[in-house]
């Protein structure tokens, strides 16, 4: 018999539970930080008894939700968790023994926890008191779920993304796809899941607005306006804030930046030298996790940042939108003093009725 193509793999059962884990805990994106997103459902005899997601940093773990949830039959049972269950006092109590006490007969993980207080000592724990636990299931999508967090627990620092658009022929655009913003849009969804975004005070001038994700109670990114080399006084438009609660304009010693109406939310902060470092030092203290930076309108005045964390490997993803027009016009982001050639790992694409996504790293 010849066989034309490549067979499909049989899902197996831990993978299919391991996919509704990442599902449910994708339903808290952009809420849980500091915190990772995690997802837990409890399986008995085939069946889904329980599910739960961590919903925000101070509340619950997943696994307590799905516990709950689960009630006397979670003994047994076998519980999917897309993280490590931790094992440690933390703002909550830790949820290995939460496992234990429930009875639970196998735990399935779909990561380590890079957090050095659990790294793995969840799963000792389980494992001491008998319990079978199974890792690695559908360990990239879990990873891929959390990418901020763990460069975060990692490094320390922040997880930065650059986003641009472009033409079919390459030059660097400055509007976005039709519908890209709207909800559901990938703009619209991409903003949620940061904790701050970066753009130049050229593009909020331009657009006399700021970008909002449109999801359904979204979590909205800390607006950071860099306002840089300007001899002239750099003109915010009155700007509608809902319902984003705070934006911050960083200007550097030359630059004078005048509101256009009285703002209330508004900060601003001089610096002698604007570097992406200083602010990704002022992202930690403010404890943001993750950063998009936005090369959106005349990137003038955020050239530098980016020609910074290219340079000191400050940037960790890229994800370049590809809008169906042929575009007149100079592609402006070429970094003409940059020295370094920048590889980029694992670059995929996103297709959709409105363009073409693609995603990669640095
Ligand atoms: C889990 N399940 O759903 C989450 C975990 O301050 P706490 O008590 O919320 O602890 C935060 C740490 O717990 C976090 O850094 C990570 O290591 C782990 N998160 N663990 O078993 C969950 N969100
Ligand atoms: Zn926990």
Redesign the pocket.
């Known amino acids: 018999v010849v066989r034309c193509g490549v067979a499909q793999q049989e899902d197996t059962d831990d993978g299919f539970y391991m996919r509704r884990c990442v599902e449910l805990a994708r339903k808290a994106i952009g809420c849980t930080s500091p ?2 997103m ?1 997802g837990c459902v409890i399986v008995k005899d085939g069946k889904v008894v329980g599910e739960g997601f ?1 919903p925000k ?2 509340q619950p ?3 307590v939700f799905a516990l709950r949830d689960a009630g006397d039959l979670a003994e047994n049972a076998t519980a999917y968790v897309s ?1 490590e ?2 094992n440690h006092y ?3 109590p830790p ?1 290995s023994e939460a496992l234990i006490k429930a009875k639970v007969k196998r735990v399935v993980v779909g990561m380590v ?1 890079p ?1 050095p207080i ?1 790294a793995s000592k ?1 799963l000792d724990r389980l494992r001491d008191a008998g319990i079978e636990v199974t890792t690695g299931i559908e360990e990239e999508s879990c990873k891929r779920l959390n990418e901020a967090y763990i460069h975060h627990m990692l490094t320390g620092n922040p997880f930065v993304t650059m986003r641009y658009s472009i033409s079919v022929n390459g030059h660097f655009l400055d509007q976005l796809g039709e519908g890209v913003a709207k909800s559901g849009g990938y703009y619209s969804q991409l903003l949620q899941e940061y904790d701050a975004i970066i753009l130049s005070s050229s593009s909020i001038i331009e657009n006399a607005s700021i970008p909002v994700s449109q999801e359904a109670g979204a979590n909205q990114p800390l607006q950071i306006i860099i306002a840089r080399n300007s001899s002239s006084p750099i003109q915010i438009p009155a700007l509608t804030m809902e319902p984003i609660g705070k934006l911050i304009i960083f200007s550097d010693k030359e630059t004078t930046v005048e509101l256009e109406r009285a703002h209330t939310g508004i900060e601003t902060v001089v610096l002698d030298r604007i570097n992406l470092e200083a602010i990704l030092e002022f992202c930690n203290s403010q404890g943001l996790c993750s950063v998009l930076l936005d090369l959106k309108g005349n990137i003038g005045d955020i050239e530098e940042l980016l020609q910074d964390g290219i340079e000191n490997n400050l940037l960790q993803k890229i994800v370049i939108e590809v809008l169906p027009q042929w575009d007149g016009g100079n592609f402006p982001i070429a970094l003409k003093s940059l020295r370094k050639r920048l590889e980029v790992k694992n670059l995929k694409p996103k297709v959709s009725s409105e363009n073409v996504v693609l995603e990669g790293y640095l």
């Open positions: 915190n990772p995690v961590h940093a101070g773990h997943a696994e993280l269950p931790c933390g703002r909550t949820c926890d957090n659990v969840g």
